[in-house]
């Protein structure tokens, strides 16, 4: 006779939380600019460009980016939204310039104005190792935020290699 392992009862909760609702501070239309530095070795790149900002649901926002990235044209899509099982927040990243799909997880600091998304990825020493990442959005008022993204170094420390600033377009 078989025996099964019994399985961990998931509730669904399908009212938003205060989390979702902080979601929805990002929903409109924004323009960027962005200072990126890939390795310290590399010059400083500049970029600009738009982001449309949806609601998908109660739950859930998407982040469609457009301009010039890596020296061309790209788009980039973020999806955030937050796990009440979990009691995190959750997501993913994806962009035309690369073949992978960043996951991320993390927490909004104890002032409601800081979420740090923590994730994993390709190292940017091109090694074909995995590294340790994070973006943190940083809602500085209604119509301005700021996004950085940051790279755990080899020496333990996290050093931050690109600032993004949105502005809503009025």
Known sequence: METTTPQKE???NHEPQKE???LQQLVGEWT???DARMGPDHPSEKSTGTEIVRTIGNFWVQCEGQGEMC???GTTIMTLGFNVQKQKFVGTWIGSMMAYLWQYDGELDDTGKVLTLNSRGPSMAGDGTIGQYKDVIEL???DHRIMTSHALGDN??????MTTHYYRKK
């Not at 333990?156 to 290699?161: A, I, L, N, P, V």
């Open 71 to 73: 020296g061309g044209p």
């Open 156 to 161: 333990g420390q996290w050093y931050q290699f």
């Open 140 to 142: 500085k008022s209604d």
């Open 32 to 34: 960027y600019e962005s």
């Open 10 to 12: 998931l509730t669904i």
């Open 20 to 22: 979702h609702q902080w």
